[in-house]
């Protein structure tokens, strides 16, 4: 492959790909190889975190009407449980036999038609909430749409109109499994092929935490004192795409909500906006500053504490307690007229005295909280009033 690092305190990382980079991969060469390619042994792969991949290709099989491949995950100097193991594709222009059981993800355009599903290793969703349906395997939307994408363009560069059944499996993913919260989210029998960049970034808290910090010593040099603070990639779609901040202004805190709050402090910032998913912010109410989690959850018993309180029976906060996203909580409530808000209007209340507890009294802090689903779920009192002031240049 060609090597991509980045730079984290003072350290030269390598970047690893994700599963969904590697099931793209496997998939385009199966993919080629069927439609008259002979042996492929590299193939390129563009990921929507801007990074091309070259990648090997192994483990090649061919059979009358299909072709399998694979390709191994990397996850560079950051290793994750499936550092190593092989992620392959099944091509063919008929399904599989035996029928495996689960769904088919389907995409068409004009004359081609494109169905996925996961095999041996790759779990099958049995609870509702999550990105995939249940009774379809845990194929994430941005690794299908890679997929899609690579095969599609195979197929265009061959003249090729049909119909072609991809089935994507690992054989180590269901012991790999065991090792990461899959069975706990009601994923059965393997792994979930992820990533909404095609990337994987060294993660090591120390230099992740130098790295904030350097961001945020930027932003304090260089701007009018002010911050948006963003867990991740969605959070800055949302500051992007929904609020119309610029991303200039932003810095990505991963999960280290308090301690990128110290450091905003430190560096003397003086007003911070926190923009983030609900998947995490809810757990600030509950005081909860490291949002792993490897380190924390509560994020069920937040909300069926706050539905309890705002009146919902015990059944409906069971039903909660069991919920495996926001969104399914959320939906849940539904079933009592405005219940929901009321307990998103008291979560955001909490969590603005923890997060002005940990700011302290020289900084100001407001927040933000959305969901995919839902859009904007609430924000604090002051919230509009810092977008508007940050949208002026403040």
Not at 29 to 49: C, N
């Amino acid at each position: 492959m060609e090597n991509t690092y980045i730079y984290k305190q003072q350290k030269k990382l390598r970047c690893g790909y994700t599963t969904g980079t590697c099931a793209a991969a496997a998939s385009m060469a199966a993919a080629a190889m069927l439609l008259g390619e002979e042996a492929v042994e590299q193939v390129s792969v563009e990921t929507p975190g801007g990074v091309r991949f070259l990648l090997s290709v192994e483990e090649i099989r061919r059979a009358s009407g299909w072709v399998s491949c694979a390709v191994r995950k990397d996850g560079g100097d950051d290793p994750d449980v499936t550092h190593g193991m092989q992620i392959c594709a099944r091509v063919g222009v008929t399904p599989p036999e035996p029928e495996i059981p689960g769904g088919w993800y389907e995409y068409k355009n004009g004359g081609l038609t494109l169905k996925i599903k996961g095999g041996v290793g790759i779990g099958l969703v049995t609870k509702a909430g999550l990105s995939c349906q249940v009774g379809k395997h845990a194929i994430n939307p941005v690794p299908r749409d890679m997929i899609f994408k690579h095969v599609e363009r195979v197929c265009a560069g061959r003249d090729f109109a049909g119909t072609l059944w991809i089935v994507i499996f690992a054989p180590e993913g269901e012991a790999r499994a065991l090792d990461t919260f899959n069975g706990r989210l009601g994923i059965r029998g393997g792994i979930s092929i992820l990533g909404t960049t095609g990337i994987v970034e060294p993660m090591s808290e120390a230099a992740l935490l130098a790295t904030i910090r350097l961001d945020i010593r930027q932003q304090a040099a260089g701007g009018p004192g002010t911050l948006v603070l963003t867990p991740g990639n969605y959070g800055e779609t949302f500051v992007r795409e929904r609020l119309g901040l610029d991303l200039d202004r932003a810095v990505k805190c991963s999960n280290y909500i308090g301690a990128s709050i110290d450091m905003a402090v430190e560096e003397g910032i003086r007003e911070v906006l926190l923009v983030g998913h609900a998947g995490k912010l809810v757990k600030v109410a509950a005081g909860i500053m490291n949002t792993h989690s490897s380190v924390a959850d509560g994020r069920m018993e937040i909300l069926a504490a706050y539905g309890a309180a705002c009146g919902a029976g015990p059944e409906l906060v069971e039903q909660i307690l069991e919920s495996i996203t926001v969104d399914q909580a959320l939906e849940y409530m539904e079933q009592v007229p405005g219940l929901g808000q009321a307990v998103m209007d008291r979560v955001i209340r909490r969590m603005d005295g923890c997060l002005r507890r940990r700011a302290g009294t020289s900084m100001k802090i407001e927040a933000v909280v959305f969901t995919n689903a839902r859009g904007l779920l609430g924000r604090t009192k002051g919230a509009d009033g810092l977008i508007e002031k940050i949208k002026a240049g403040g």
